[in-house]
């Protein structure tokens, strides 16, 4: 009997012992990206396992410890082992593409740039500290645009215009002006008729291989940076066939049938691309004749449909000499807002602002997007390369912004009943923008210590707005309904046109000399010839009606219309010309004391000369304009090697701002026409801003997809340039930019990957703070004891954040896939806190903008032939923008439409921009 006991507990002992036996491992490819869904088996069984998103697999209760594992992906060729198993067994593959192998031929071999994989050892071997974004992750977001792409990456948050596009990103707090952008690694000109920064989402996130942030310069990079440089990879071509091609339909929820809001459209084909004084002879004075009427009369539409199309196509030929590739995309988007804006005064008795009008204004733009780019590349033998890069990025924006204004002094509005005196006013604008780019570059090995790479680039970016119109009429509202509309006739009726370009040439040299144990020298050198053009026409217009409507308003082309300016105003400042010569040179050295430790440092030297002519300068103003100056830039980087998977870094480098060219021309442009609401002008007056930036990160790689990072950076920064309300002699507030003293930036930053079988998550967090220390006005009595008293401004240092800086930023992505249902899921969230806005001119009186979460959702249903149908969605919240003074709401004001209670922030403005849908499939070949 204990014998037979004895032998029962051996025998399910032993069966125990087996079923607890476990083969784990992973498969990846050649370049180590984990082969998520490839399948793995005990040969002869059924008993096998999936890889999950961390890009490993586990077999459980095998019985054999002698046996065959095969692994297999579709596209790979299946690769079997014999194990034996014993207890916890690891057991990794390395699968090869099953492709016909070629011939021997002298070709270097080169990494795929667009795979997680790929990301993350760039991230981990690079010198300098370094965020990668790669088009695996970007193909399974929600973004449509390099925008939405960039406020993925730790530290970065976007800027968003009127009609809730993302555009401008800003790094580390640090507003859009201390970034730049490089198409490919050479750096490209902006469109933007104010600005160095290129606005990007213009470029459809689909033509991208990936997208590099560098947050810390090198002597070798151009040294006009302080929050980042942000590098766009693009498609390259494959080593076989590849083709790609994909399609989508969707809708802005906010503009609905039911319970939307209409959107605005015009026929833009009507519009005269060319003002009347350049169609005709020098001189010439335009009539009435000369301009269109039809194409600016909106019309109302509902449930407007968005649309995407993109396609790609590469190969090699030649024996993998010759690489080809060509993509392209186009986009039709309906964006738009449901926007509340308050104008508010200054009292200068209390010291504290006031409501003086209130405007509701519905946007509604119509945004057209295409990109196409190709590449060329050539081996001649594993010593010399080259490649000619081309591309043509296009955005038209068709805009149509109502407004509706109300005057709220002296109880001429009562927000209950909706009664008081309005002014409406009709903006209708097209805005076409366009970056050319083409790109000569070659590598050469020309000693076996010697290598040399160059770069030659022209780049034009341009940006076109013809016929920009602003319809003035003034009515009495009654009960909410229009009563008496009356055609403006105080100078509220113009037509204008603008275009500017900015014309690149430049060229680049970079000699790496391989000095063995001594480490390596890099030399060379930049040059870049910048002109820029700019043109504003603006023609005045008066009306010859005198009668009103009642209950109804005036449409433009019911007007009779008489010509004010029949020259058209061509002595504005805004015509001018303008140019920039930037030589650099540097010396970079890179040395290794140790196998474990890499120091990288050097200097950059930039030569700076910048000016503008005005073509027909306004009298007693001088024509011409600009400054030169020369810039040492150090920067030092050192790398620490704690093991194979984690570094610790160090870096410090020195940067230049250099002002836009259109803000140190003295231009002044009116409220009506400006994004702001408020007068612009120039400022000649403005200098360059030098940041010295420190930046400590702690990597970790536990895996091929899997990170976390954990650094630290601090930025000090003198003459810093934002953008500031003054009061001119007049007492008229404007907005201008100027250099504000100094200011300190710092942070920690947090940015982690992890990936368990099915599930993943991707997230980060920035905290930020900085400081700058600004002149502010305060009204003061000259007798503090006597209330009667003149009331006198004086000014007050005020010490604030950065304007657009953010103390919290966050992003979290919860990520699901299921191989064998083909399914992929995922949840992004942003979070942006509260952040100054617009800097104005009195003290504690900035506005703010608040917190915001915006949640977005992305599906993709696979099938084994290549096919997959996709879901986006983004704002999913329809989570508003809100701008706020930090002053306490009374009594009436909280009676005003979005107000809140009593006690509550004074809102100065509220938008919406609704909910926005994608469907679509794509094919890979």
Same mark, same amino acid.
């Given at each position: 009997?204990?014998?037979?006991?004895?032998?029962?507990?051996?025998?399910?002992?032993?069966?125990?012992?087996?079923?607890?036996?476990?083969?784990?491992?992973?498969?990846?490819?050649?370049?180590? !990206?984990?082969?998520?869904?490839?399948? %793995?088996?005990?040969?002869?069984?059924?008993?096998?396992? /999936?890889?999950?998103?961390?890009?490993?697999?586990?077999?459980?209760?095998? =019985? &054999?410890?002698?046996?065959?594992?095969?692994?297999?992906?579709?596209?790979?060729?299946?690769?079997?082992?014999?194990?034996?198993?014993?207890? !916890?067994?690891? %057991?990794? $593959?390395?699968?090869? *593409?099953?492709?016909?192998?070629?011939?021997?031929?002298?070709?270097?071999?080169?990494?795929?740039?667009?795979?997680?994989?790929?990301?993350?050892?760039?991230?981990?071997?690079?010198?300098?500290?370094?965020?990668?974004?790669?088009?695996?992750? +970007?193909?399974?977001?929600?973004?449509?645009?390099?925008?939405?792409?960039?406020?993925?990456?730790?530290?970065?948050?976007?800027?968003?215009?009127?009609?809730?596009?993302?555009?401008?990103?800003?790094?580390?707090?640090?507003?859009?002006?201390?970034?730049?952008?490089?198409?490919?690694?050479?750096?490209?000109?902006?469109?933007? =008729?104010?600005?160095?920064?290129?606005?990007?989402?213009?470029?459809?996130?689909?033509?991208?291989?990936?997208?590099?942030?560098?947050?810390?310069?090198?002597?070798?990079?151009?040294?006009?940076?302080?929050?980042?440089?942000?590098?766009?990879?693009?498609?390259?071509?494959?080593?076989?066939?590849?083709?790609? +091609?994909?399609?989508?339909?969707?809708?802005?929820?906010?503009?609905?049938?039911?319970?939307?809001?209409? $959107?605005?459209?015009?026929?833009?084909?009507?519009?005269?691309?060319?003002?009347?004084?350049?169609?005709? %002879?020098?001189?010439?004075?335009?009539?009435?004749?000369?301009?269109?009427?039809?194409?600016?009369?909106?019309?109302?539409?509902? &449930?407007?449909?968005?649309?995407?199309?993109?396609?790609?196509?590469?190969?090699?030929?030649?024996?993998?000499?010759?690489?080809?590739?060509?993509?392209?995309?186009?986009?039709?988007?309906?964006?738009?807002?449901?926007?509340?804006?308050?104008?508010?005064?200054?009292?200068?008795?209390?010291?504290?602002?006031?409501?003086?009008?209130?405007?509701?204004?519905?946007?509604?733009?119509?945004?057209?997007?295409?990109?196409?780019?190709?590449?060329?590349?050539?081996?001649?033998?594993?010593?010399?390369?080259?490649?000619?890069?081309?591309?043509?990025?296009?955005?038209?924006?068709?805009?149509?912004?109502?407004?509706?204004?109300?005057?709220?002094?002296?109880? *001429?509005?009562?927000?209950?009943?909706?009664?008081?005196?309005?002014?409406?006013?009709?903006? /209708?604008?097209?805005?076409?923008?366009?970056?050319?780019?083409?790109?000569?570059?070659?590598?050469?090995?020309?000693?076996?210590?010697?290598?040399?790479?160059?770069?030659?680039?022209?780049?034009?970016?341009?940006?076109?707005?013809?016929?920009?119109?602003?319809?003035?009429?003034?009515?009495?509202?009654?009960?909410?309904?229009?009563?008496?509309?009356?055609?403006?006739?105080?100078?509220?009726?113009?037509?204008?046109?603008?275009?500017?370009?900015?014309?690149?040439?430049?060229?680049?040299?970079?000699?790496?000399?391989?000095?063995?144990?001594?480490?390596?020298?890099?030399?060379?050198?930049?040059?870049?010839?910048?002109?820029?053009?700019?043109?504003?026409?603006?023609?005045?217009?008066?009306?010859?009606?005198?009668?009103?409507?009642?209950?109804?308003?005036?449409?433009? &082309?019911?007007?009779?219309?008489?010509?004010? =300016?029949?020259?058209?105003?061509?002595?504005?400042?805004?015509?001018?010309?303008?140019?920039?010569?930037?030589?650099?040179?540097?010396? !970079?050295?890179?040395?290794?004391?140790?196998?474990?430790?890499?120091?990288?440092?050097?200097?950059?030297?930039?030569?700076?000369?910048?000016?503008?002519?005005?073509?027909?300068?306004?009298?007693?103003?001088?024509?011409?304009?600009?400054? *030169?100056?020369?810039?040492?830039?150090?920067?030092?980087?050192?790398?620490?090697?704690?093991?194979?998977?984690?570094?610790?870094?160090?870096?410090?480098?020195?940067?230049?701002?250099?002002?836009?060219?259109?803000? +140190?021309?003295?231009?002044?442009?009116?409220?009506?026409?400006?994004?702001?609401?408020?007068?612009?002008?120039?400022?000649?007056?403005?200098?360059?801003?030098?940041?010295?930036?420190?930046?400590?990160?702690?990597?970790?790689?536990?895996?091929?997809?899997?990170?976390?990072?954990?650094?630290?950076?601090?930025?000090?920064?003198?003459?810093?340039?934002?953008?500031?309300?003054?009061?001119?002699?007049?007492?008229?507030?404007?907005?201008?930019?100027?250099?504000?003293?100094?200011?300190?930036?710092?942070?920690?930053?947090?940015?982690?990957?992890?990936?368990?079988?099915?599930?993943?998550?991707?997230?980060?967090?920035?905290?930020?703070?900085?400081?700058?220390?600004?002149?502010?006005?305060?009204?003061?009595?000259?007798?503090?004891?006597?209330?009667?008293?003149?009331?006198?401004?004086?000014?007050?240092?005020?010490?604030?954040?950065? @304007?657009?800086?953010?103390?919290?930023?966050?992003?979290?992505?919860?990520?699901?896939?299921? @191989?064998?249902?083909?399914?992929?899921?995922?949840?992004?969230?942003?979070?942006?806190?509260?952040?100054?806005?617009?800097?104005?001119?009195?003290?504690?009186?900035?506005?703010?903008?608040?917190?915001?979460?915006?949640?977005?959702?992305?599906?993709?249903?696979?099938?084994?032939?290549?096919?997959?149908?996709?879901?986006?969605?983004?704002?999913?919240?329809?989570?508003?923008?809100?701008?706020?003074?930090?002053? !306490?709401?009374?009594?009436? @004001?909280?009676?005003?439409?979005?107000?809140?209670?009593?006690?509550?922030?004074?809102?100065?403005?509220?938008?919406?921009?609704?909910?926005?849908?994608?469907?679509?499939?794509?094919?890979?070949?």
């Amino acid at each position: 009997m204990y014998k037979s006991l004895l032998l029962m507990i051996i025998f399910h002992l032993t069966t125990f012992l087996a079923s607890a036996q476990v083969i784990k491992g992973t498969i990846t490819d050649k370049n180590g !990206e984990a082969l998520i869904g490839a399948s %793995v088996v005990v040969e002869g069984t059924t008993n096998g396992a /999936i890889v999950g998103l961390d890009g490993t697999y586990i077999i459980k209760g095998t =019985n &054999n410890s002698s046996l065959n594992l095969k692994a297999s992906f579709v596209g790979f060729k299946t690769q079997i082992k014999s194990v034996t198993v014993s207890g !916890e067994t690891v %057991v990794d $593959f390395v699968l090869k *593409e099953d492709h016909q192998e070629l011939a021997e031929v002298e070709v270097r071999a080169s990494r795929e740039l667009d795979t997680d994989a790929s990301a993350r050892a760039t991230e981990q071997h690079s010198p300098m500290v370094l965020n990668v974004v790669s088009a695996s992750t +970007i193909e399974l977001s929600p973004d449509l645009n390099v925008a939405d792409v960039m406020q993925r990456v730790s530290g970065v948050s976007l800027e968003q215009n009127n009609s809730g596009v993302g555009s401008f990103a800003i790094v580390r707090g640090m507003p859009k002006r201390y970034s730049y952008t490089l198409v490919n690694g050479v750096k490209i000109p902006s469109p933007d =008729n104010k600005n160095r920064y290129v606005p990007l989402d213009m470029f459809p996130s689909e033509l991208l291989d990936r997208v590099e942030v560098t947050k810390a310069l090198t002597p070798s990079m151009e040294g006009d940076a302080v929050g980042g440089a942000m590098n766009l990879i693009m498609k390259n071509a494959k080593d076989r066939f590849s083709f790609k +091609i994909n399609a989508s339909g969707g809708m802005n929820t906010l503009f609905l049938k039911d319970g939307g809001q209409p $959107f605005l459209t015009y026929d833009q084909s009507l519009t005269n691309k060319i003002a009347p004084h350049d169609r005709a %002879v020098e001189g010439y004075s335009a009539t009435f004749n000369d301009f269109t009427t039809d194409n600016l009369v909106p019309k109302e539409t509902y &449930n407007p449909i968005d649309f995407n199309l993109g396609a790609s196509v590469s190969n090699r030929f030649l024996d993998g000499k010759l690489g080809v590739v060509l993509a392209g995309s186009l986009q039709k988007l309906h964006r738009g807002s449901d926007t509340h804006v308050y104008d508010v005064g200054y009292n200068q008795i209390t010291n504290l602002v006031d409501l003086e009008t209130y405007e509701y204004r519905q946007y509604s733009s119509a945004m057209t997007r295409g990109g196409v780019h190709n590449k060329i590349d050539y081996v001649f033998n594993n010593k010399h390369s080259i490649s000619l890069y081309n591309a043509l990025i296009y955005e038209r924006e068709d805009q149509v912004r109502e407004t509706v204004r109300y005057r709220l002094w002296d109880g *001429e509005y009562d927000p209950e009943s909706q009664s008081g005196t309005a002014t409406f006013v009709t903006r /209708i604008r097209t805005t076409e923008q366009k970056i050319q780019n083409s790109t000569l570059q070659g590598k050469h090995q020309i000693l076996p210590a010697w290598k040399l790479d160059w770069s030659a680039v022209y780049s034009l970016a341009t940006r076109n707005r013809p016929d920009q119109t602003i319809f003035t009429r003034n009515a009495a509202f009654v009960n909410g309904v229009p009563n008496q509309v009356r055609v403006e006739d105080f100078g509220s009726q113009y037509r204008i046109w603008e275009d500017n370009s900015d014309r690149d040439y430049s060229a680049y040299i970079n000699n790496t000399v391989d000095l063995d144990r001594f480490g390596e020298l890099k030399v060379g050198g930049m040059y870049r010839n910048k002109e820029r053009t700019n043109n504003y026409i603006r023609y005045n217009f008066k009306p010859l009606n005198n009668e009103t409507k009642t209950g109804e308003d005036w449409k433009y &082309n019911e007007v009779d219309w008489s010509l004010s =300016n029949p020259k058209g105003g061509r002595t504005n400042p805004l015509n001018y010309d303008a140019h920039e010569n930037i030589l650099a040179y540097y010396v !970079e050295y890179k040395y290794e004391p140790s196998q474990r430790t890499e120091i990288v440092g050097g200097v950059r030297v930039e030569h700076t000369d910048q000016g503008y002519t005005l073509r027909h300068p306004p009298y007693e103003m001088d024509p011409e304009g600009g400054q *030169e100056y020369v810039d040492y830039l150090p920067s030092l980087h050192f790398r620490y090697k704690l093991n194979e998977n984690s570094n610790l870094r160090a870096s410090y480098f020195r940067s230049v701002i250099r002002p836009g060219f259109f803000e +140190i021309v003295p231009y002044s442009i009116g409220e009506e026409v400006t994004d702001t609401g408020i007068d612009e002008k120039g400022n000649p007056d403005l200098k360059r801003t030098i940041a010295d930036n420190i930046d400590l990160r702690y990597e970790v790689f536990p895996g091929v997809r899997d990170n976390l990072f954990i650094g630290l950076f601090y930025k000090n920064i003198q003459d810093p340039i934002e953008s500031g309300v003054k009061r001119d002699e007049r007492g008229r507030t404007y907005l201008q930019p100027d250099n504000f003293g100094s200011a300190v930036n710092y942070g920690l930053e947090i940015d982690a990957t992890k990936y368990f079988r099915n599930f993943g998550i991707k997230a980060n967090y920035t905290y930020t703070q900085s400081s700058i220390t600004t002149t502010k006005i305060l009204y003061v009595r000259d007798d503090p004891n006597d209330p009667s008293s003149n009331n006198k401004p004086v000014d007050v240092d005020q010490t604030r954040p950065l @304007q657009g800086q953010s103390a919290h930023i966050g992003n979290v992505s919860l990520l699901y896939k299921n @191989q064998k249902m083909g399914l992929d899921i995922q949840l992004a969230n942003v979070f942006t806190g509260k952040r100054i806005d617009q800097v104005v001119r009195y003290y504690e009186k900035d506005f703010w903008q608040e917190a915001r979460w915006q949640m977005d959702f992305s599906m993709e249903k696979h099938f084994d032939f290549g096919l997959t149908f996709f879901v986006k969605a983004r704002n999913l919240l329809d989570t508003p923008l809100v701008l706020y003074v930090d002053q !306490e709401l009374n009594e009436r @004001q909280s009676k005003y439409p979005k107000q809140g209670n009593p006690g509550d922030p004074l809102k100065v403005r509220d938008e919406r921009y609704g909910r926005n849908f994608q469907l679509g499939i794509k094919y890979k070949l």
